[in-house]
């Protein structure tokens, strides 16, 4: 069949086809060609009546306006600053760093210069679950487990440090991606911060701890926990990690020394005197010292009995009962502190700041702050600083060379032999050197 000839149409004064009209005026052929042929319009009229909606052609749909940057929010468990949105059905969480801070406002400026390319469509980087997810997480968990008496214990503090760590470096890195490399990494800037290599290896056994959680959370895939084992500890002799002198008993003067520079209030003087010289006779742990209270002290025989809460909660079922005994010095100090106890009969409680006020109350002394007030009275004194723990090794010392024995020095503060021998007995020539003299 012959092609028809193009039918041309003339318009002020321009000759086109109907086709070059079609594409001139934005019209479709056949709707020209039914207006000039069946709906008795001129040529004019044709060409240049718009077509009804109706009829329009049917293009692409609006594009939407472009979803806003989801806000910067504070994670509630973590304390984080934080994004969530969605991609679809999935939920997506981005991590900024610590609410408020200066890191946080910039990790969150470059993430909104991600979402003008992304919009909603942006997710975490492999499947969405990175380091700092993981982390915060984690810490979660570490707020809920690591508790003594409805109290956090110092565990807390410690795995928080490491976790810092962490996220300094691989905050924003997928955790699939969390390799031994960048566990190493982590121990070199610990290296870098100057932190003992006991502390270091520590440290990095609590990052893999949180690893290996995340396994059993069904949050990081077990190879990659696996993986992270295969990271070696720093040995001694083999690191620039230094490895700090060992602890050892305070000698006597420098206990003496800090005692006039206690505390200028002579009450509270006089509480921290007797604290310290209690402790030198009795070898508690300094949280034992400082949790005593009336209802855990037996004075019914000559020796009194204080019966200790195990410091581990986990092993109480398994281990007997820790009992520490005082003798007549240390009952002498003891006795009117017994007799006044503080809130919750704790024993050991500075006196009101302010005795005439109506909320005039005694505070019970923590461990740290009995700690914080040796080292400022040190400062004061212009002595080199001792802690509370090492009176502990004040007791070890001296009943192991009064009795010269170990056993005799675990007896003394309630701790095994070959943790007294190792950790707080002071090496002693008092034995070899009779025996050489009687022997040798």
């Known amino acids: 069949m012959p092609n028809p000839k193009p039918r041309y149409l003339t318009h002020n004064g321009l000759t086109l086809s109907l086709q070059e009209w079609a594409r001139k005026v934005g019209i479709s052929p056949e709707t020209i060609r039914s207006r000039l042929d069946h709906q008795g319009y001129d040529v004019a009229r044709a060409l240049t009546t718009p077509v009804a909606n109706k009829f329009a052609k049917r293009g692409s749909p609006p594009v ?19 994004a969530r949105w969605k ?6 969480i ?30 975490n980087p492999s499947g ?19 508790v003594k008496d409805g109290k956090p214990t110092s565990e807390q503090h410690s795995q928080r440090a ?12 997928p955790v699939t991606e ?12 610990m290296i870098e911060k100057g932190w003992a290599r006991d502390t270091i290896n520590r440290n990095v056994w609590r990052i893999r701890r949180c690893f290996s959680w995340g396994v059993a959370e069904e949050l990081v895939p077990a190879s990659i926990a696996d993986a992270l084992d295969h990271v070696p500890h720093l040995q001694a002799g083999r690191t620039t990690a230094p490895d700090p002198d060992p602890v050892m008993s305070v000698p006597a003067a420098r206990v003496v020394a ?24 009795s070898g508690c742990r300094p949280g034992e010292l400082c949790a005593m209270t009336a209802d855990t002290i037996d004075t019914s025989e000559t020796e009194w009995a204080y019966r200790v809460r195990d410091k581990n909660t986990h092993r109480q079922r398994k281990r007997k009962p820790l009992t520490r005994w005082f003798g007549p ?48 009275a040190c400062r004061a004194a212009g002595i080199e600083p001792w802690t509370p723990h090492q009176l502990r090794h004040n007791r070890a010392t001296n009943v192991q060379r009064i009795y010269e024995s170990d056993e005799a020095a675990a007896a003394a503060i309630g701790d095994t032999v070959e943790v007294t021998r190792a950790v707080y007995a002071d090496p002693s020539e008092a034995v070899a050197r009779r025996i050489a003299r009687a022997t040798g």
């Open 128 to 146: 969405g679950r990175m380091v700092g997810d993981l982390v915060a997480e984690y810490m979660g968990h570490v707020g809920r487990y690591y």
């Open 178 to 189: 969390f390799k031994p490399r960048q566990l190493k990494a982590c121990q070199q800037a």
């Open 162 to 173: 490491a976790m810092r760590v962490l996220a300094a470096l691989y905050k924003l890195l």
């Open 64 to 82: 939407p306006p472009p979803r806003p940057c989801p806000k910067m929010l504070q994670h509630t468990k973590s304390g984080q600053a934080c």
């Open 258 to 281: 800090v005692l006039p520079h206690l505390d200028p209030n002579p009450e509270r003087a006089a509480v921290l005197t007797a604290m310290i010289q209690f402790h030198e006779l």
């Open 87 to 92: 991609t679809g059905k999935k939920d997506n």
């Open 329 to 376: 010095q240390a009952q002498e100090i003891l006795r009117p502190f017994l007799a006044n106890p503080g809130p919750g009969g704790r024993i050991w409680c500075f006196p009101p700041r302010y005795p005439n006020s109506e909320k005039a109350r005694r505070v019970p002394v923590s461990s740290a702050r009995y700690s914080e007030l040796i080292r400022e």
């Open 94 to 123: 981005r991590y900024f760093g610590s609410w408020g801070s200066k890191e946080a406002a910039g990790a969150y400026r470059a993430f909104q210069a991600e979402w003008v390319g992304a919009g909603s469509h942006l997710v």
